[in-house]
């Protein structure tokens, strides 16, 4: 995307951008990536499915049983009182028994054997007691009971998995147990990961005066540490336009996505927003959301650019909340697990102004009667990341709403389901 000098203007004159309207600008106008690769299905956990797969069998492929037991005749099964069948023989998973088995007859089977074709019902084992190679049924036995038919999980013609899926542990048997041992997905982000700031030391220097450890970018190459993403690490740029922006060049001409931490805000040595900004390639705006109002989003060569704030409890804001959609958008997800949020009882008053949504470090637990309660971390600093790895679950505060007393109910979103 290109905007002009007036344009890079009027974004900060018009004020904050609320985050729905700022989330939905920065997916409208981004690129799926192009290309695929087959994976042995192990290795193809975390991984976007390129194409849709169609069941080439039957699942079960045979009508088996469910449980150790007794297979037989429904129509050997009483009206009333008991009935002896004779035990004709056994059936194993693996050894299928391939004769007739007679009315008044039964067959023992296990677990996933095969029952044959004139049989149809199946009783538990702790349901009879075997004597002198018979065993005694009543009525309480149910016709098709404890038969799993086949094809009564998946038809041959079936589509099991969706293109888009992003494949989670299931899928990866569902996919074994159809036979297939290779799968293609979509190719992986490559992610271009940056600090910048001259008072910015890598952890194990000596800090200089004024300096501080570049928590940031350990930060975001650990929330990227996943299958579908190849992280490039471009370390800590200095306070100089011109580095800065040829940095940035030189990156985007071989990473889908280029991040960086620090210089977005509008103060005159918030060098990473002088350099996009001579860019011209770049839409800058202050989002409506505490913390990380200063953010960044744009192209630089052929790179979607993501500028995060410098105080590193409003970098991992932006990102869980900007970036992560972005990503998964790039990557054609269209259908993975839910990213859950739900309700809580504050146990304490949360001060919060209308006009910007807010993103609160809590903890999250159940009280006595098992109803879920949360409380913050304590102060909201957004730098104070410690807050953040004490805390269990975010609160979030919508746009338009104030402040929240003891006992309201407001929503939470469980680290669980997004670390």
């Known amino acids: 995307m290109t905007c002009s000098q007036s344009s890079y203007n009027d974004i900060f ?5 609320p985050y729905d309207e700022a989330l939905s600008r920065v997916l409208s106008g981004l690129p799926g990536v192009d290309g695929c690769e087959r994976l042995l299905i192990e290795k193809a956990r975390g991984r976007t499915l390129h194409k849709s797969v169609t069941s080439t069998l039957n699942v079960p492929s045979f009508t088996n049983s469910a449980v150790d037991g007794y297979a037989l005749h429904s129509r050997d099964i009483p009206e009333q009182g008991f009935k002896k069948l004779a035990v004709k023989n ?9 004769g007739v088995v007679e009315a008044g007859e039964c067959l023992r089977i296990m677990t996933g054997a095969p029952i044959p074709e004139q049989l149809d019902t199946v009783i538990m084992q702790e349901h009879v007691e075997p004597e002198n190679g018979y065993i005694n049924i009543d009525n309480r036995c149910r016709a098709g009971k404890n038969v799993r038919k ?3 999980d998946i038809r041959i013609g079936d589509t099991v998995l969706a ?41 194990g220097q000596s800090l200089g005066a004024g300096g501080l450890y570049d928590s940031n970018r350990y930060s975001l190459m650990a929330a990227l540490a996943r299958p579908d993403v190849e992280v490039v690490d471009l370390g800590i740029l200095p306070d100089d336009v011109d580095v800065l922006l040829k940095s940035f060049n030189d990156a985007g001409c071989h990473a889908d996505v280029i991040i960086s931490s620090g210089g977005v805000s509008v103060g005159e040595a918030d060098y990473t927003k002088m350099a996009l900004q001579n860019s011209g390639k770049v839409d800058f705006w202050r989002v409506a ?13 052929n790179a979607a650019f993501f500028g995060l704030p410098g105080n590193p409890v409003a970098v991992l804001v ?42 609160q470090r809590a903890i999250i637990s159940r009280n006595e009667k098992g109803e879920w309660q949360v409380k913050t971390t304590g102060k ?6 410690s807050s953040m790895s004490r805390a269990n679950a975010f609160i979030i505060l919508d746009h338009d709403s104030g402040s929240v007393s003891t006992g309201e109910q407001v929503t939470v979103m469980p680290f669980s389901a997004i670390f």
Do not use: H, W
């Open 13 to 17: 004159a018009s004020g904050l951008m």
């Open 90 to 98: 056994v059936a194993f998973a693996g050894q299928p028994f391939d």
């Open 150 to 152: 086949a094809g009564e």
């Open 163 to 203: 293109a888009g899926r992003l494949l989670v542990p299931p899928d990866i048997g569902l996919l074994a147990a159809l036979g297939i041992s290779e799968v293609e997905v979509n190719r992986k982000l490559t992610i271009a990961v940056a600090s910048t700031g001259n008072e910015v030391y890598v952890p």
């Open 289 to 301: 959301i505490k913390p990380g109002r200063p953010f960044a989003f744009g192209r630089i060569g």
């Open 318 to 359: 932006t990102f869980y909340f900007f970036v992560l959609p972005a990503l998964e958008k790039m990557l054609q997800v269209t259908d993975k697990p839910i990213m859950p949020t739900f309700k809580a009882c504050a146990t304490e008053d949360l001060r919060k102004l209308p006009g910007r949504t807010e993103v």
């Open 380 to 385: 909201q600093g957004s730098g104070i990341l």
